[in-house]
């Protein structure tokens, strides 16, 4: 793969540590079938590895999953079979990025999803972290200070406090009545070597557009910047009417393969995170991947062994597997997209003050306006009075906004989706007594 010469926005590369550096050593050497003499670390979950904790482990599936629910279960039965029985290999170390057979996971997902031509040797190009936030903060960890940093107006406020804890320079680009990028305030903006950070789709607003994407691919190749692309809801894109969200699948592969092409042609200038959470719905686990040049990568790389000793064992275990089943079938979003969609037309039906993109709809939110009324302020109001539970979306805006986010998932789902139904009519009757 060809790498891009400038890339002085980033650090030099720091040395490893010196002791995840020989915990890694020792899995790849074991995953090869080589001898290992361990004296290397305090892995004291190693113990008791070959005695085994129990005669038996075995789980049941449910019978009247659907296929999507199917999978995930299945991919827990596997991760918790294979993590504990008849070895506890959970209890152990393992490499903080990512053993060698997670990270070739993570380079089909890669190729596959957003068409990054990664071959199977190219293990210094992705990285497995413990949830989509870490692979976030070591990507902006990786800038040098004084990096200017361009954020779309709405954003996800974790990055604009590592943005400022790295010392970079925040700015953020305005957003238009329709959501989309306001191109000329952009250009007045950008400037050699800086760095965009991008969620798309977008979280908070839903904002999904391929056209706005290539533009800010190109200025930043053309500027010889980067793009941090944070991309875990690229298989939750719904279509948009005037009057409902519909899950299309046909729909959604158009997009897909819209932001696919894109990548093709933009990758070397950017770091593409995403995780495994939104796809197969285990937020829990903490599992997320990144895929950048080796240099980057190898930044986040020195960053996340200084930071953790370890991976999360048991979620790497389970969602290793997760990922692998997930790539060979890949169905279990779409329940998930199903939901999304039922549930914002049922906002949109309920007319609730709603700020929405044009056409296409991502991510797990839509925002709301509050009329009038600071968001922070709202919020509070909300959940003292009602007890319902929302974000301000001046975390998201940068500053003071008139609006909150409101998830589309935090509410469990049941035949009929009847607790949804009930909270959001107390949601609009909130809203019609506040006003």
């Given amino acids: 793969m060809v790498e891009s010469a400038s890339r002085s926005f980033l650090l030099p590369l720091p040395p490893k540590s010196a002791i995840s550096l020989v915990i890694a050593r020792a899995s790849e050497r074991r995953e090869k079938g080589l001898p290992v003499i361990d004296f290397s670390s305090g892995n004291v979950g190693m113990l008791p590895y070959n005695l085994g904790l129990f005669d038996k482990l075995d789980i049941q599936i449910k019978k009247e999953l659907n296929s999507s629910l199917n999978l995930v279960a299945e991919a827990v039965k596997q991760g918790i079979?294979?993590?504990?029985?008849?070895?506890?290999?959970?209890?152990?170390?393992?490499?903080?990025?990512?053993?060698?057979?997670?990270?070739?996971?993570?380079?089909?997902?890669?190729?596959e999803v957003h068409g990054v031509p990664l071959k199977d040797t190219d293990l210094d190009r992705v990285i497995a972290t413990a949830g989509g936030q870490q692979a976030l903060s070591v990507a902006l960890r990786s800038l040098r200070p004084n990096t200017r940093v361009l954020m779309y107006r709405w954003d996800y406020p974790v990055a604009s406090t590592l943005i400022k804890a790295q010392g970079c320079e925040e700015v953020r680009v305005e957003a238009k009545e329709d959501l989309?990028?306001?191109?000329?305030?952009?250009?007045?903006?950008?400037?050699?070597?800086?760095?965009?950070?991008?969620?798309?789709?977008?979280?908070?607003?839903?904002?999904?557009?391929?056209?706005?994407?290539?533009?800010?691919?190109?200025?930043?190749?053309?500027?010889?910047?980067?793009?941090?692309?944070?991309?875990?809801y690229i298989f939750t894109i719904l279509k948009l009417?005037?009057?409902?969200?519909?899950?299309?699948?046909?729909?959604?592969?158009?997009?897909?393969?819209?932001?696919r092409k894109i990548a093709q042609k933009y990758y070397e200038d950017m770091c593409i995170l995403s995780s495994i959470s939104k796809t197969c719905l285990m937020a829990g686990l903490r599992f997320g991947f990144a895929t950048a040049c080796s240099h980057w990568i190898?930044?986040?790389?020195?960053?996340?062994?200084?930071?953790?000793?370890?991976?999360p064992t048991p979620s790497f275990i389970l969602c290793e597997d997760a990922l692998r089943m997930f790539l060979n079938n890949p169905v279990s979003h779409e329940w998930l997209c199903e939901v999304l969609a039922e549930r914002l037309t049922i906002l949109i039906e309920e007319d609730l003050p709603l700020i929405l993109p044009k056409d296409a709809f991502g991510a797990l939110y839509v925002l709301l306006k509050t009329g009038g009324v600071e968001g922070s302020k709202f919020a509070e109001e909300l959940i003292d009075r009602y007890g319902i539970v929302t974000v301000a979306g001046s975390a998201f805006y940068g500053g003071p906004v008139d609006a909150v986010r409101?998830?589309?998932?935090?509410?469990?789902?049941?035949?009929?989706?009847?607790?949804?139904?009930?909270?959001?009519?107390?949601?609009?009757?909130?809203?019609?007594?506040?006003?």
């Fill in 406 to 435: 409101l998830s589309l998932v935090a509410t469990p789902w049941t035949e009929g989706d009847e607790q949804w139904i009930e909270n959001v009519k107390t949601l609009k009757k909130a809203l019609e007594n506040m006003s």
């Fill in 298 to 311: 190898g930044i986040m790389d020195s960053l996340i062994g200084r930071d953790n000793l370890s991976s």
């Fill in 81 to 111: 079979l294979k993590a504990y029985y008849p070895n506890p290999a959970a209890l152990s170390y393992s490499p903080a990025s990512g053993t060698t057979s997670i990270k070739k996971e993570v380079i089909r997902y890669f190729r």
């Fill in 180 to 232: 989309t990028i306001d191109r000329a305030d952009f250009e007045s903006k950008v400037s050699e070597g800086s760095v965009v950070y991008m969620s798309m789709p977008n979280n908070p607003s839903g904002y999904v557009s391929t056209s706005d994407f290539e533009y800010i691919a190109k200025r930043m190749r053309e500027s010889n910047g980067g793009l941090i692309w944070d991309a875990p």
């Fill in 241 to 259: 009417t005037s009057s409902k969200a519909v899950f299309d699948k046909s729909f959604l592969k158009e997009k897909q393969e819209e932001f």
